[in-house]
């Protein structure tokens, strides 16, 4: 069940994060996170797992780390980044447990996860987060600096390291096998 | 004669394509607006609240609400009696799309082809539909497509017999299978009739109705409350965070069809609702 959000109710997470933050989350809780993004979104994924079929290092070292699915606008002068909400996580789903294996501690993005992600999540004690979908210029406000890492031909699917301050989150998928989405449904549903 | 030149073209499209991508419509606000005053869910509302933050956000600074400015659709109104000057009505508004996305700093989405992904760089080309029409006007509209929305939308062809009860279990059931991807509350288009490209065309056509319009057809209006009321009662909430606003407005489109076919398409489009037109006088 989704909390309200009012200040007692937030976690403040850091990035890395440690395994015992993600095992205290549950899902339904808002979450505001500080540190390192790392913008990953179709074609950064397919690439890294190329990389990884040929038996090569990621770009960056995912261990404890966070993927945020958003691929911005480009930076109007004077902003470090134009818009940045996030896209749909499913058409990621296919990548993910890779990641999850190799250390991978969360993912941002909006849409339910696959069987499979839900599980990997539970198995690497990793957590799925939501953000508001289509909120992409207020969310930007959260942003403060940006840093090419890798890809960058790829555009606004370029990787990116994002500096955040107090990013906001639902823990949708926790490593309990928790759904926030489904519990949502569940209670308000009409008979 | 009405003359148009194709640079006029040009420099209103691109200005729709900003307009379109930064300014959420009236209407769209009202909406949200009422939504948030009969939310029951407490997060539900919250969401609302925080979804009308951000279109005034990008409206006042203008910075693109979302950042999947989609892919351009164009609609285009074209009298029989306008003669486009210096130019051609569809390279004339690639050329609009192409110097909008770039001054509006929007985001360039899409790729060469399903094989070559490769991003085009400019967001051209756009998808265009003109229609002719009789007399001396011209009006181009712009909706700025979002993929989150588009890639749940769904087409069915249905039988005449599975009647209107399976078309309305078909749009629940695409709704719910949206969930939060498609970026809830929804706008949902619903094409009914025609052959099956028509249908899907006229799902789309219907998202550009004004959101608080009534359907002159009373069947169809009569489908679109009762469409908006079951969509209401699935439970999934603005951003499928659990509430009543699973939907701002169902819009349905007919025409007419086979003997032998029903073709339903059901077109989400997300809260941000973005399109924009001109007209030239």
């Known amino acids: ?191 | 004669m009405k003359e148009v030149a194709a640079s006029d073209i040009s420099a209103r499209v691109a200005e729709l394509c900003m307009r379109a991508c930064t300014v959420l419509p009236p209407d769209v606000v009202a909406a949200i607006e009422a939504a948030r005053d009969r939310e029951e869910s407490p997060i539900g509302r919250e969401v609302l609240s925080r979804l009308l933050e951000n279109a005034a956000l990008a409206a006042e600074q203008g910075i693109p609400m979302c950042q999947d400015t989609g892919l351009a659709v164009v609609f285009v109104e074209l009298g029989e009696d306008v003669e486009l000057t210096s130019g051609y009505l569809e390279a004339a508004i690639a050329e609009g799309v192409r110097e909008g996305y770039e001054k509006g700093y929007l985001r360039k989405s899409v790729v060469y082809s399903p094989f070559d992904r490769r991003n085009t760089g400019d967001n051209t080309p756009p998808v265009i539909h003109t229609q002719v029409i009789p007399g001396a006007s011209l009006e181009i509209t712009v909706a700025a497509k979002g993929a989150g929305s588009e890639n749940m939308s769904a087409l069915r062809m249905m039988a005449p017999a599975d009647g209107i009860d399976a078309v309305k279990r078909f749009v629940v059931e695409t709704v719910e299978n949206a969930g939060a991807s498609a970026c809830p509350p929804v706008v949902v288009g619903l094409g009914l009739g025609g052959s099956f490209e028509q249908c899907a065309l006229i799902a789309k056509r219907a998202l550009l109705r004004p959101l608080d319009d009534r359907n002159p057809d009373p069947a169809a209006a009569d489908l679109e409350d009762e469409l908006l009321a079951l969509i209401n009662a699935t439970g999934i909430g603005p951003m499928a965070v659990g509430g009543r606003t699973t939907a701002l407005a169902v819009k349905v489109e007919t025409a007419p069809c086979h003997i032998a076919s029903l073709p339903v398409a059901v077109n989400l489009q997300c809260h941000a609702a973005r399109h924009a037109s001109y007209r030239w006088k």
């Open chain 1, 1 to 191: 069940m989704f909390d309200r959000p009012s200040s007692e109710s937030l976690i403040h997470l850091t990035t890395p994060l440690q395994e015992e933050d993600v095992l205290r989350l549950r899902a339904g809780q808002w979450v505001v996170i500080s540190g390192t993004l790392y913008t990953a979104r179709d074609a950064a994924h397919k690439r890294m797992a190329e990389a990884l079929a040929r038996g090569e290092d990621l770009p960056f070292d995912v261990k404890g780390q966070i993927i945020y699915y958003v691929g911005p606008t480009p930076p109007p002068p004077g902003r470090v980044i134009g818009a940045a909400g996030p896209t749909t996580a499913g058409r990621m789903d296919s990548y993910t447990p890779a990641l999850l294996a190799l250390g991978l501690k969360g993912a941002i993005g909006k849409g339910p996860r696959s069987a499979e992600v839900r599980d990997a999540l539970k198995q690497h004690k990793a957590v799925y987060f939501g953000a508001l979908g289509g909120a992409g210029a207020l969310l930007s406000q959260r942003i403060r600096a940006v840093e090419p890492i890798a890809y960058e031909d790829l555009g606004p699917e370029a990787i990116r390291g994002l500096t955040v301050e107090d990013f906001p989150a639902i823990v949708v998928n926790d490593c309990q096998g928790g759904d926030a989405y489904e519990d949502a449904r569940r209670r308000w549903r009409k008979a």
